[in-house]
């Protein structure tokens, strides 16, 4: 009895040991295409709003290469009580991305008016920035980005603050 007993928990467990219990890695991750992750493959071309201090505000155009490097102009104006324009220029460099964010250098400046008659009230009306900015993608072209550049006010004495900026892009080609 004992032995049928056995002869019958080994014959139950042959289909359990018999199954196949190989696992299938596959690389095929389901991921977005976005902007962010084809930057160093192809040139992009940006158009949005950015408010910032060391590199001006308004609207913005921006032009992203293939090699790392990006152009960007900015160029505001309001008229309400006062005129109010700002005019600026940034480099940037690509230090990392992916397809959710672009981390990168920058450096730039920007030339600024408030005033009426011509006569500018700002004590320093242009400044030169350099610092980092990282550009997060939340849509497949669109794009909410941060700076924080060390801003030097270029008045006599000059004075140097980080004072972040804000973008927000849309991307095309």
Request: aromatic share 12%; hydrophobic share 40%.
């Amino acid at each position: 009895m004992r032995i049928s007993t056995i002869l019958l928990a080994f014959i139950c467990a042959m289909p359990i040991a018999a199954q196949d219990t190989t696992t299938i890695i596959t690389n095929n991750t389901q991921t977005t295409s976005t902007v962010g992750s084809r930057l160093r493959d192809e040139n992009f071309f940006a158009l949005g709003l950015q408010a910032g201090l060391a590199t001006g505000s308004g609207i913005s155009f921006r032009y992203t290469t293939s090699s790392r490097f990006a152009g960007e102009i900015t160029i505001g104006y309001i008229a309400i009580e006062k005129t109010a324009w700002s005019i600026g220029g940034e480099l940037q460099y690509l230090l990392s991305n992916s397809s959710k964010y672009r981390f990168y250098a920058l450096g730039g400046l920007s030339a600024n008016y408030v005033g009426e008659n011509g006569e500018n009230t700002l004590n320093a009306p242009v400044r030169i920035g350099l610092g980092v900015g990282y550009e997060w993608f939340f849509n497949e072209h669109i794009s909410l980005g941060a700076e924080v550049p060390i801003t030097i006010f270029l008045d006599n004495p000059a004075i140097v603050l980080p004072i972040p900026q804000l973008q927000l892009m849309f991307y095309f080609q």
